[in-house]
């Protein structure tokens, strides 16, 4: 059975950075795109970042030049560097990885973003 483990959530001051790691455990083929979503209290999950097998990255506008996306293919494992964090960051971060057969996704890590 693959599970989605994600860490590196928490409490940070605005401006902060945080980096958000994803790794799959159990037998997972076909993967071929990774990404990372969020979701705030009271609004819809929203796409913050994705990347392919072959390491193409899209990101959401918000989010250019703030977060990073990467992957480690052999780890089955996607990180989010996110730098300059705002309070509207502020969100569950879930990540996702897309098979050619499944949709999986992780039990999501809080990230607050406070002074």
């Known amino acids: 059975q693959v599970q989605l483990v994600e860490s590196g959530g928490g409490l940070v001051q605005p401006g902060g950075s945080l980096r958000l790691s994803c790794a799959a455990s159990?037998?997972?083929?076909?993967?071929?795109?990774m990404g990372w979503y969020r979701q705030a209290p009271g609004k819809q999950r929203e796409v913050v970042a994705t990347i392919t097998r072959g390491g193409s990255t899209d990101y959401a506008t918000s989010m250019k030049g703030r977060f990073t996306i990467s992957a480690d293919n052999a780890k089955n494992t996607v990180y989010l560097q996110m730098n300059s964090l705002k309070p509207e960051d502020t969100a569950v971060y879930l990540c996702?990885?897309?098979?050619?057969?499944?949709?999986?996704w992780g039990q999501g890590t809080q990230v607050t973003v406070s002074s």
């Open positions: 996702n990885f897309l098979t050619y057969s499944n949709n999986y």
């Open positions: 159990g037998s997972i083929f076909g993967i071929y795109a």
